[in-house]
């Protein structure tokens, strides 16, 4: 199929609005309902706010209906009911503890439930403070995504109204909405196919974000690249007749001094990676357009700082190439120099990332003065042994970064669990010919650390985190928020962490 034909049977569906009524759910002309139901060990589940208007709403005796099919309020669990008149359904979510992940939870189980209707209002908003109100809708946006195959699916709902609202809400409603908005984008990036998606392809939706976003943007083309030594970015990408680019964009809030904070993001930006001359089988190519997360996880950052009022300076960095086999292709045992002048010898092509990720952090530590530095990448699948598809590995250098990521990811619904970086690994990347080798040279075990290890050597001396999201970047299926395919991880931790509500 040709990349136009492709381009034509896949639409990118928009989020769901948000919007806000200070009226009941009986008036904002919504054909589905959600309403929340709270456990209650004693007298079963206690249906909340909106239960007064049920009488109107639906031909049956909700509460017997709970009863009936056995329904408890836990997170996530739904009980439809037929409604009547201009209302055709109403829906009955658990909320479970009331915490901000059962809220998430139970968005994310409406948005589904609620796909191919126009607008679902909900009266979540009497129930919820801000951190759950916010999660809820986070759920609803998250969980409504989807690309549109002609004729095959249905498509999210287009609106959710949340009754009974209140200015005062809006803020924590708002920010919900933009953080789930720059997660949605950035899956947009994740999905599009490689006949589509190449390095050049991506810096165009770059240029798109900064015009949008009020950032300033600036690409490096391949010729740049080598004449100012980024030797990692051009070796992976010189197998590819797609060249690579370097991506580059910046944000400043306004009135920054010299004093404003000033964080670089780095995200891995393989925009199909087959494993270069050390060809990877073909059920593992299959999902590697998404190989590019960490910078789509960058873009849908930045595309988000300047509504959500972030307070400090930060630069986006995406090194992207496409990593394939040819004539011209890097070769295992080549000796390459990064940009920072250290010399590395590559053992294996299909360890890649690794190579454009040390540029990019070599560069931000040149050239931008950083607080810290933050890097995002599909990278090792050890990480995916070690810790499954629903924690991101984190390692860091400083504790208070560490700590502030994963509380962040915590509020986020997005779990981090951060790793050591075990200093007798570092002997296994020794190398004879080389400063240091991007593999190891020894059998140590622990892909993940010496992975990390690497990395952490171009940081030099500035704080430094490391997000390792092969195994979250991905699911294999729709669950809660998530949805098959590329996750966007990362997005909504490093805004939770940027930009505090």
Same mark, same amino acid.
């Given at each position: ?342 010399? $590395?010898?590559? *053992?294996?092509?299909? &360890?890649?990332?690794? =190579?454009?990720?040390?540029? #990019?952090?070599? +560069? !931000?530590? /040149? ?8 890097? $995002?990448?599909? *990278?090792?699948?050890? &990480?995916?042994?070690? =810790?499954?598809?629903?924690? #991101?590995?984190? +390692? !860091?250098? /400083? ?28 002997? !296994? ?73």
């Amino acid at each position: 199929m040709s990349a136009d034909k492709t381009a034509s049977a896949m639409i990118a569906v928009a989020p769901p609005a948000v919007e806000h009524d200070p009226g009941g759910p009986l008036d904002v002309g919504a054909s589905v309902i959600a309403i929340p139901v709270w456990p209650d060990s004693a007298e079963g589940p206690r249906i909340g706010a909106g239960s007064a208007i049920l009488a109107e709403a639906v031909a049956i005796d909700p509460a017997e209906a709970l009863r009936r099919e056995d329904k408890t309020g836990k997170a996530g669990e739904l009980l439809r009911l037929p409604g009547t008149g201009d209302i055709s359904r109403v829906m009955l979510v658990g909320v479970g503890d009331g915490s901000p992940a059962d809220f998430r939870k139970a968005g994310a189980a409406v948005a589904r439930a609620a796909r191919g209707m126009s607008r679902l209002a909900s009266t979540v908003t009497a129930e919820a403070g801000d951190a759950e109100l916010r999660a809820f809708v986070e759920g609803v946006v998250l969980a409504s995504y989807g690309w549109r195959v002609r004729g095959r699916a249905k498509s999210p709902v287009e609106a959710l109204v949340l009754t009974r609202s209140t200015p005062e809400r809006a803020v924590a409603v708002d920010a919900a909405a933009t953080v789930a908005g720059a997660a949605w984008f950035a899956r947009d990036l994740v999905h599009t196919p490689s006949n589509i998606k190449d390095p050049a392809w991506l810096a165009d939706q770059a240029r798109t974000t900064a015009e949008r976003g009020g950032l300033d943007v600036r690409i490096w083309d391949e010729q740049e690249l080598a004449a100012a030594g980024f030797g990692g970015i051009v070796a992976v990408g010189m197998g590819s007749e797609r060249p690579p680019r370097l991506i580059e964009l910046t944000y400043s809030p306004p009135h920054a001094g010299p004093n404003t904070p000033h964080v670089v993001l780095v995200g891995k930006g393989i925009t199909y990676d087959s494993g270069g001359l050390s060809l990877k089988p073909r059920d593992s190519m299959v999902a590697m357009k998404t190989d590019m997360s960490g910078g789509a996880v960058v873009i849908g950052v930045l595309s988000a700082l300047r509504a959500l009022g972030c307070p400090m300076r930060v630069t986006g960095l995406i090194p992207a190439a496409e990593n394939l086999p040819s004539g011209s292709a890097q070769r295992p045992s080549d000796v390459i120099r990064q940009y920072d002048g250290t010399t $590395v010898e590559v *053992l294996n092509t299909d &360890a890649e990332g690794r =190579l454009v990720l040390a540029d #990019a952090i070599g +560069y !931000a530590v /040149a050239t931008k003065d950083p607080d810290m530095i933050v890097d $995002v990448a599909t *990278l090792t699948g050890a &990480a995916t042994v070690a =810790l499954g598809r629903r924690h #991101a590995a984190l +390692y !860091a250098t /400083a504790d208070s970064l560490a700590d502030a990521l994963v509380t962040a990811g915590a509020a986020a619904g997005e779990k981090l669990w951060r790793m050591p970086l075990v200093s007798d690994y570092r002997e !296994a990347l020794e190398s004879d010919v080389a400063d240091v080798a991007h593999i190891e040279t020894r059998r140590m075990g622990g892909g993940s650390i010496t992975a990390a290890l690497f990395l952490e050597r171009f940081a030099r001396d500035v704080p430094w985190a490391h997000l390792d999201i092969a195994g979250t970047g991905r699911s294999d299926g729709d669950s809660e928020e998530l949805v098959k395919g590329g996750t966007a991880f990362g997005v909504r931790t490093l805004l939770y962490w940027l930009s505090p509500a």
